[in-house]
Structure formats: structure tokens, C-alpha cells
């Protein structure tokens, strides 16, 4: 049978409203009290009811999230940050994967809000109307992480993804590269396709140099689309010196589609990009990388979303965190 907050009380000799204070660590119970009813916890294995606590604290200390792909090695190092601050504040996490489905995305929103979480992380994808319909039904805090709204509502959680382009195009510039293609994101993605992108273009027209359609592929962010985004690049009577891709998944592939034709990074093509997940340093060669400090953006988005939640003073709802260039081998020198 389940034991219930009466039986513990009855074990320890004390009130059941004594017992509801030392399970939810109300500090008005003398120490012997509160080790006498931990010791009749522990003797009838007594598990406090969360959903009953709930309903009285109006509190579920519990928190959703929305990831959009679990398998991304990248979502899966910013949950990391977000649980360790989660546990460091003693909330629970329900991690949902969305599966980079739009409707699916939605319909995990309403779920977790019918839940009662306190309070709501959406992780990555874009945002779009309906999410934002479907956050405006919420009454819990909400934060964006790794993504923002394009009008900044909501609080989040980001790095500069224009300037990250722009400090990669840059950095092959620099090697002296002046073709330059580009394996992009979807442009409907306005926080890291098309923001990736416009820095890809704004570096060029910096440097001087003219833009050229014919250089630029749209990948899904996936490595099996920088392989045919870069079999594209080597059947082109012009060839670019350089490739720069959105994402480091597209990069590897771009590499692999390259060896595949017996040629070689970067002695016959420089490769850069952005995120720096862990194959970026078991790729060969080491791939050139704008790292994206993935274990900070969920440990700050999770450390915002604490504040909301006990309602503490927030100087700046919308956070930029910084990028860094990583230099290793996938990058060589050109002749000007």
C-alpha cells in the first residue's frame, strides 16, 4: 500500500502539518523534530505526492523545455548547462524533442503549459506567429535559448550568429581567399540561417569583394547537405579557394565530399565554420571553427529563467554571449 504524509506523522508522533513543513523545509521545526520525521521518511520510504504539493504551492518546480533535435550534438551541450543550473536551484527538467517540426514544436508548447510547468526554455528553431500565440497563452516566465524573436518580447539567450559569420569569412579573407563560397542555412530561419548569411555577404562587401550567387548552396544544417552543397562547388568551371559553412556538421561533410574526389583540405580548399561541436576536433584535418560557448548559452538561459520565475530583478533580458575564433588546420594560405 502507499504511504501516506498521515502514516508518517503517525510513525514520528507529530502533527501532519508538521510533517507537510519538514517536506517542504520550512524553517519553523525544531532540528530534533525535523530528524525525527526524516527517520520515519526513511523508515516507511514515504515519497512526498509532487502533483498534491503542487496544487497547494501553486508551484510544480518543474521546468519544460523544447529542443528541437536531440541528436544535434549541439542542443544536447546546451541541456547540459540548462540541467546543471536547473538542479543547482533544485528544479526538475521535461526535456521534449520536437524533431525540427514546427507543429510538433507547438503542440509540445501546449502540452508542457498544460503540465503547469513554472516556467518554459525553447531551445534553438525559429520562432515564428504561432509560437508566439502559443507562448502569449502562458503565465509562466518564458525564455529563448540559442534563438531570440525577431522583436526581441521575449527574454533570450544568444550569441551574434552575423558577426560569428562575419568573423569566419573574415578570418579566410585574412588567408588571403577571395572566392569564397558559402554552405548556408535555411534564409526562413531569421536567427541563425539568415543572420549567418547577411555576415557571410557584409564580409565580403567589407573586403571588396563582389558577391556572387552561383557561390552560395542552402544546406539543412545537416552533414549529408555540406556533401552535396560541396559536390555543387567542385563541378563548377570557376572553383572557390574557400568554403565557408553555417554549421560544423555541413563543414565535415563539405571535407568528406572533397576527399571523396582524391583532393585535399585545405591544400586544394580552406574550410571554415561555426559552432565547434566535438567532431570539430576528430575530424582530419581539425576543422577551423567560430565556437559558440554551448554549455554557457543553457547554463545563462536557466539561470534567467530561475530569476523570472522567483520574480528577481533582471538588468538585461536579452543576453549576448561571446563567440571565438579557433584556428587548427582545415585553413591554409593563398597567394594574393
Known amino acids: 500500500m502507499t504511504v501516506t504524509i498521515y502514516d508518517v506523522a503517525r510513525e ?39 502533483v498534491a504539493r503542487g496544487l497547494a504551492s501553486k508551484k510544480t518546480t518543474t521546468v519544460g523545455v523544447v ?7 549541439i542542443f544536447a551541450e546546451i541541456a547540459r548547462g540548462i540541467e546543471d543550473i536547473a538542479n543547482m536551484y ?4 521535461i526535456l ?23 516556467g518554459l526554455l525553447f531551445m534553438g528553431g525559429t520562432v515564428t506567429d504561432e509560437h508566439i500565440q ?3 497563452t502562458s503565465s509562466v516566465p518564458i525564455v529563448l535559448c540559442a534563438t531570440r524573436d525577431e522583436k526581441g518580447t521575449y527574454p533570450s539567450v544568444d550569441i551574434d550568429h552575423e558577426t560569428a559569420a562575419f568573423d569566419a569569412v573574415n578570418t579566410l579573407i585574412r588567408h588571403g581567399h577571395r572566392e569564397i563560397a558559402m554552405i548556408s542555412g535555411t534564409l526562413q530561419d531569421p536567427a541563425n540561417g539568415y543572420s549567418r548569411f547577411h555576415g557571410y555577404k557584409k564580409a565580403l562587401e567589407a573586403a571588396g569583394i563582389e558577391y ?19 559536390k555543387y562547388f567542385l563541378g563548377l568551371k570557376h572553383k572557390p579557394t574557400a568554403i565557408f559553412a553555417a554549421t560544423d556538421e555541413m563543414a565535415i561533410g563539405a571535407i568528406h565530399s572533397i576527399q571523396d574526389e582524391g583532393l585535399k583540405v585545405p591544400d586544394d580548399f580552406s574550410i571554415i565554420s561555426v559552432d565547434n561541436i566535438r567532431m570539430a576536433s576528430m575530424v582530419r ?9 554551448m554549455y554557457d548559452l543553457g547554463a545563462v538561459a ?12 533582471v538588468e538585461n533580458p536579452r543576453v549576448i554571449l561571446p563567440h571565438e575564433t579557433i584556428l587548427r588546420l582545415s585553413v591554409n594560405h593563398v597567394n594574393k
Open 12 to 50: 514520528a508522533g507529530v502533527s501532519m502539518a508538521t510533517v507537510s513543513r519538514v517536506v517542504n523545509n520550512n524553517p519553523n521545526v525544531k532540528p530534533q523534530t525535523r530528524k525525527k520525521v526524516f527517520e520515519a521518511i526513511e523508515r516507511l520510504g514515504y515519497r512526498p505526492n509532487a
Open 67 to 73: 529542443i528541437p533535435d536531440i541528436s544535434n550534438s
Open 90 to 93: 533544485h528544479y526538475n527538467i
Open 96 to 118: 521534449c524533442n520536437a524533431d525540427k517540426r514546427k507543429e510538433k514544436e507547438i503542440r509540445v508548447i501546449n502540452t508542457l503549459l498544460e503540465k503547469q510547468v513554472d
Open 134 to 136: 502559443a507562448f502569449q
Open 212 to 230: 556572387q550567387e552561383d557561390l552560395v548552396r542552402i544546406g539543412n544544417y545537416r552533414y549529408e547537405s555540406g556533401v552535396e552543397a560541396m
Open 285 to 293: 584535418p581539425l576543422l577551423t571553427t567560430v565556437a559558440q560557448p
Open 302 to 313: 536557466m539561470r534567467l529563467l530561475t530569476k523570472l520565475m522567483k520574480k528577481e530583478t
